[in-house]
């Protein structure tokens, strides 16, 4: 059984960020991560997107902010867990048991930063769609390359999916069909949209999916039933959001608001030792960005150091003093 400072669950960008400040703070850190791969919803849901509301950064691909927050954040490889996921946590003699898939670690204090736990996403409930996911069926853009110059149609009308429709407009031949008469993105990516003369289908939806190994037609029909297409099509993208479980988390003791771990200005959870930053909290005027998230995590390890070593105040830590 392995013992740390401090256990972080979760490696999201905050999980990640919070490696950073133990070790600016010098303490013993383990970072847990159930996916195989460290990044959370930047890797798993939009690799390919860029973001402009990181401080730094005018704008960075999801996948490279990533990358920059690894290579500043993990000094000692060994201190990563991926592909280990965190079952439970139990009190243990004044410290911390966490139990995994993989075995048991013991810890002084634990951030939790699991975001949004399990997210799956959404699929459209159509004959085909699990035979063809991988084969021209995806929920998520993994390689932009991949797609350029390709038949797309992007099913949904929020801002995923008019997002991609913008991204792929004039590189890829896109279609965009959605089920509903209005769309629930952002107005100017709307407008982007219209501007653009990509084909759109709405109010309808598809209703069936064909090819042989990979998907070749996607059949799409009018809702009021006054119309009915077969679009040839290399490559279906669902964007129609997805469904996300907390998972184990419900039942380690936790207090939760709304489905969040309620935290407070120390990002203290009810249970001692126990604090919690990124998407997985709340408070009031929480908003889950990665901007916000940065913050509370620095502030959660700082509350968690000062719990692991009670009486040593750890201060304020400045990077420019310590040289990493
Ligand atoms: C399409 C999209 C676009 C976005 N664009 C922006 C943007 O432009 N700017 C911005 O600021 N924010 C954006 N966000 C929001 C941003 O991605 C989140 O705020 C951020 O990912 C939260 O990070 P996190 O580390 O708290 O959680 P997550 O990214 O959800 O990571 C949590 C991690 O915890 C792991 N985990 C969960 N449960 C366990 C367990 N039991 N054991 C071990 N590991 C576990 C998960 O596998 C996951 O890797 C966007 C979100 C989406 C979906």
Request: hydrophobic share 45%; charged share 20%; glycine share 12%.
């Amino acid at each position: 059984m392995s013992e740390c400072d401090i256990a972080i669950i979760g490696g999201g960008p905050i999980g990640i960020w919070g490696l950073y400040h133990a070790h600016l703070r010098q303490v013993n850190a383990l970072l847990f991560d159930s996916l195989p791969e460290l990044g959370g919803q930047l890797m798993a849901m939009y690799p390919e997107k860029d973001i402009f509301d990181v401080a730094g950064f005018p704008r960075v691909l999801a996948r490279e902010l990533v990358e920059q927050l690894v290579a500043q954040s993990v000094a000692d490889p060994t201190r990563v867990r991926v592909g280990e996921k965190v079952l439970s946590l139990t009190q243990l003699d004044g410290l911390w048991q966490i139990t995994t898939t993989l075995g048991q670690h013991l810890a002084k204090s634990v951030v939790v930063a699991t975001g949004l736990g399990a997210f799956r996403p959404k699929m459209l409930g159509v004959t085909g769609e699990e035979r063809f996911e991988g084969q021209g069926v995806d929920y998520f853009v993994k390689s932009l390359d991949a797609l350029v110059g390709k038949r797309l149609v992007v099913v949904g009308g929020g801002d995923s999916a008019v997002d991609w429709v913008n991204t792929f407009s004039g590189r890829s031949e896109v279609t965009l069909v959605h089920r509903l008469e209005r769309f629930q993105a952002h107005p100017a990516s709307v407008q982007r949209l219209v501007e653009s003369g990509v084909e759109v289908l709405m109010p309808w939806e598809v209703s069936a999916l064909s090819g042989d190994d990979h998907l070749q037609t996607v059949t799409v029909r009018a809702l009021d039933g006054s119309a009915e297409r077969q679009l040839p099509c290399d490559q279906l993208l669902v964007c129609i959001g997805f469904n996300a479980d907390l998972g184990p988390l419900k039942a380690w003791g936790l207090a939760l608001s709304g489905g969040k771990v309620a935290v407070d200005r120390e990002m203290r959870t009810n249970q001692p030792g126990v604090f919690a930053a990124g998407d997985v909290v709340t408070y009031p005027g929480k908003q889950n960005l990665i901007a916000i998230g940065f913050a509370e995590i620095a502030i959660a390890i700082k509350a968690a150091t000062e719990h692991a070593f009670p009486g040593v105040k750890s201060g304020l830590a400045h990077s420019s003093s310590r040289g990493f």
